[in-house]
């Protein structure tokens, strides 16, 4: 199928919201009951960031082992398509979800995590104005890894032999982008909440969990 580089896609990554499945380095910390709430916040968040992107498909991937309706009555109450992610680590999943895209015809892709409620609509046509002249464009996180992957080529070696959820990951996905000769840009990083000592970005946000 033929790609049309206006046309964009952008993806957001999120688990099914159960209590013990989700935020699981938060349970320490919240308890898996808390922890979910937090999840669920930061979806919502991502949700209507997403909602408001100008792309002219945006999606919710679900991941989980029960398909639970919350996510998917979220999304829809925003006119977003869902979908159910494929793979057995993430590297796989958002693998699969790229190629799934740019075989639709998509000429620019876009990847978001659930876990960073400072993401906004903004930040989208940041990245969506970036890949109309970079290969890639990303938003680093602060822990090393990545908030935002934008694509506007299929690269199934990125996500290939990479150390999902180290500080290693945007370290190793820019070398891999060098080493083939991607015309790359990185955005300001936007910080992720993953551990306990992450909550402190929540600070001001509003989030009720």
Not at 138 to 167: M, Q
Request: proline fraction near 5%; glycine fraction near 10%; hydrophobic fraction near 45%.
């Amino acid at each position: 199928m033929s790609v049309a580089p206006e046309k964009a896609a952008i993806m957001l990554f999120a688990r099914v919201p159960i209590p013990g499945k989700v935020k699981t380095r938060l349970i320490p910390e919240l308890g898996a009951v808390r922890a979910c709430r937090l999840h669920q916040a930061m979806l919502a968040c991502g949700l209507e960031a997403l909602a408001q992107s100008s792309a002219q498909s945006r999606q919710l991937w679900l991941a989980g082992e029960c398909r639970a309706r919350t996510g998917d009555l979220l999304a829809l109450e925003r006119g977003l398509s869902v979908h159910w992610q494929q793979g057995a680590d993430i590297g796989e999943r958002m693998a699969w979800a790229f190629q799934h895209n740019f075989s639709a015809g998509f000429g620019r892709v876009i990847v978001a995590g659930s876990d960073c409620p400072q993401l906004t609509a903004g930040h989208y046509e940041q990245v969506l104005g970036a890949l109309r002249q970079y290969d890639a464009a990303i938003i680093p996180a602060l822990d090393g890894g990545y908030v935002v992957l934008g694509l506007r080529r299929w690269g199934g070696f990125l996500f290939s032999d990479v150390p999902w959820g180290t500080e290693e990951v945007f370290r190793i996905t820019v070398a891999k982008l060098e080493a083939v000769g991607w015309r790359w840009c990185a955005l300001p990083p936007l910080p992720d909440i993953d551990q306990a000592r992450d909550l402190v970005h929540l600070e001001g946000l509003g989030l009720d969990y």
